[in-house]
């Protein structure tokens, strides 16, 4: 299986413009994760899923939004986006939280620059 | 508030010695702690878990890590460093029970092993 997977890989944007995220697991993981890394710093929390169409904010979920149609698929959505959006961007899934299943794994990332 | 703590910006280690990435948490109750590597333009990859149980853990490519309740520490060891093990590690932790799940991330250590 491919695992996480993320796309675009690499996106500029204007100011003002708008995007989706794209991001998918086919390990049928109940719970995913949007995270974005700063330079220098560590991953900080956007939004999460516990389950189809059940979302919930993270630590930073201002200037974006989510859903969760499917068990797949966890898009996210930047609405008028900002310079202090640039940052490099990570969904990851697991399957529960605990007994074993509370393992991460995380998709190759999107790169987003907001000029 | 959890937080983890990762103290060095950067560890150089000659090729073939051991090498310790150094890594302290604070979290309510008891911890899940977690070790990712970030390879340049890649996602983190899973390395090693501590749950509950023995205190010292293996996991992905010869690393092992400790756990020390009386130090909150979770340090990440290898015996003999290779030039490949040149990379970003990421200390993670998240409490015990809760249902978000989400991980609270160091800002990273960059590991340097040269020939």
């Known amino acids: 299986n491919a695992g996480v997977t993320q796309t675009p890989k690499f996106r500029i944007l204007k100011i003002g413009q708008s995007m989706t995220l794209q991001c998918a697991q086919d390990?049928?993981?109940?719970?995913m994760y949007w995270y974005r890394q700063d330079p220098g710093m560590g991953l900080k929390l956007i939004y999460y899923s516990v389950g189809a169409g059940i979302t919930d904010k993270g630590e930073v979920p201002n200037g974006y939004n989510v859903s969760r149609s499917t068990t797949e698929d966890f898009p996210l959505r930047l609405e008028l986006a900002a310079p202090s959006q640039t940052s490099v961007y990570f969904c990851?899934?697991?399957?529960?939280?605990?007994?074993?299943?509370?393992?991460?794994?995380f998709g190759p990332g999107t790169r987003l620059l907001v000029l | 508030a959890q937080s983890v703590a990762q103290p060095e910006d950067q560890v150089n280690v000659a090729e073939g010695n051991p090498l310790t990435v150094k890594c302290t948490y604070s979290v309510s109750g008891n911890p899940y702690l977690f070790w990712y590597v970030q390879y340049p333009n890649r996602g983190l990859q899973f390395l090693l878990k501590?749950?509950?149980?023995?205190?010292l853990v293996k996991g992905s490519y010869g690393f092992e890590a400790e756990f020390n309740k009386s130090q909150t520490s979770f340090h990440l060891k290898k015996p003999s460093a290779l030039v490949s093990d040149s990379a970003l590690y990421f200390c993670a932790v998240r409490a015990y029970g809760g249902s978000q799940g989400n991980l609270i991330f160091g800002k990273g250590t960059k590991l340097s092993v040269k020939p």
């Open positions: 990851a899934s697991s399957f529960g939280l605990a007994g074993g299943k509370e393992t991460q794994y």
């Open positions: 390990m049928n993981h109940n719970y």
């Open positions: 501590y749950i509950t149980g023995d205190n």
